[in-house]
């Protein structure tokens, strides 16, 4: 039984860094691809971050600059750290993986999926 489990979240002032974390059990974060997502209330779920297999990146244009997806294979986890937060970036913030290797960072496209952590950004 593959799952996801998401840590790291909670409340921040504008300028401030958190690092999120998903642990994975039942699957192995490293094979084809991992990402970050974010959903505001009202709005659909948005990709942030991918991973790939062979440690390339892709960040949607919002956070490139601030935000950086990793990975530590030895302890099967992901990360998203997230620096010079801003207001926007509030948000439920969920990994997901899939065994498939992707160009683009889609919400339909992954099979797996962890419960979310809130992040919020004050100013």
């Known amino acids: 039984q593959v799952q996801l489990v998401e840590s790291g979240g909670g409340s921040v002032q504008a300028g401030g860094s958190l690092r999120l974390s998903c642990a994975a059990s039942?699957?192995?974060?490293?094979?084809?691809?991992a990402g970050w997502f974010r959903q505001d209330p009202g709005k659909e779920r948005e990709g942030v971050a991918l991973i790939v297999r062979d440690g390339g990146t892709g960040y949607a244009n919002s956070v490139k600059g601030r935000f950086t997806i990793s990975r530590d294979n030895a302890r099967n986890t992901l990360f998203l750290q997230m620096n010079s937060l801003k207001p926007e970036d509030a948000a439920m913030y969920y990994c997901a993986v899939d065994p498939r290797a992707f160009s683009f960072l889609r919400t339909g496209d992954f099979r797996y999926w962890g419960q979310g952590t809130q992040v919020t950004v004050s100013s």
């Open positions: 039942g699957y192995t974060v490293s094979l084809g691809s």
